[in-house]
């Protein structure tokens, strides 16, 4: 039985880290319901000619008729910036560098690297994100509009050092990765990175389907991966070397508990990290019932062998 009233209300607000005292009613959620099922069968049966207007027109009129998702979207999570966004900086490594952001939304990330005295440059699909929610600007970040997926036609070949995206691959259309991965290796330099973060398929869904209880992303989430999946389309799109981002914080404990301080670093812990992620992978795989494999996810993920949120760092 689908969720109403108050339960509805808690289930929305956790969801989209909405604080508890943010007054959002049962009609809201429903018209959000309805008009991203409408929005989702537009975006899935988009040409590919036409896949920008039809995006942008999406993404801009959802923003434009909740605007309570723009404005305390995630804001219920109390961390400051510097907690919140500090590990990349791991993966990163020291200024100066060049970042380009795909899919900036609220620009927390974006504006957390740029204070941080990288040079940045942050995108949008449509404008009622991305600079649109920024109370001010700064010198070394600059702002723009591109379709998300064929960024070499925004940008110039080998330009930027860093290429990431928080939350943003679920959103592409699923014809569309393979041509978005090889893009953003195009305007990669040699040795550059690009970083991103995804929620993992077995885990969820984690669009507003997930409100619903329903057993499959059926929102703006056109697809969920999982990691083999995504590092096997960053192997099609030709990076050289590809491992884990954000490794789980217990696994790398567990590293250091065996002695092997030498792989508990960023880049040898995710390429351990990223085997064990393919060995849950198989396992979760043969358990068909979706709540079943949600819930052994979750249980694998608090032991620190899989992780909810898929991050991958591939490499030029």
Known sequence: MEPRGNKLISRYKKTYGIPAEVNITEQMILAHWDLEKQ????????????????FD?????????????????GKADPQMPHQKFARW???IGQPPKSIY?????QGGLISFLAAGGYECRGTEITRERGQKLMPESRANLSWGISDGVHLDEFERPETYDILVSDQVIEHIHPDDLDSHLRSAHTILKNGGRYIFNTPHRYTGPHDVSRVFKRDEAAGMHLKEYTCRE???????????????????RRFRIMLTALGVKRSAGPDAAGILFLRT????????????????????????????????????????
């Open 89 to 91: 900086l791991e993966l």
């Open 101 to 105: 952001e795909i899919g900036s939304g």
């Open 277 to 316: 992620e393919f060995a849950t992978e198989r396992f979760l795989r043969i358990l068909r019932p979706p709540a079943l494999r949600r819930g052994c996810g979750t249980v694998f993920a608090k032991f620190g062998v899989f992780s909810e949120t898929l991050s991958i760092v591939a490499e030029k």
């Open 39 to 54: 929005l989702t069968s537009e975006l899935r049966q988009s040409a590919p000619e036409d896949r920008w207007d039809t």
């Open 230 to 248: 995504l590092v096997e389309a960053a192997q099609r799109a030709g990076y050289r070397s590809i491992h884990y981002g954000f490794v789980p």
């Open 57 to 73: 027109h999406c993404y801009t009129r959802l923003y434009a008729e909740f605007e309570w998702l723009n404005q305390f979207s």
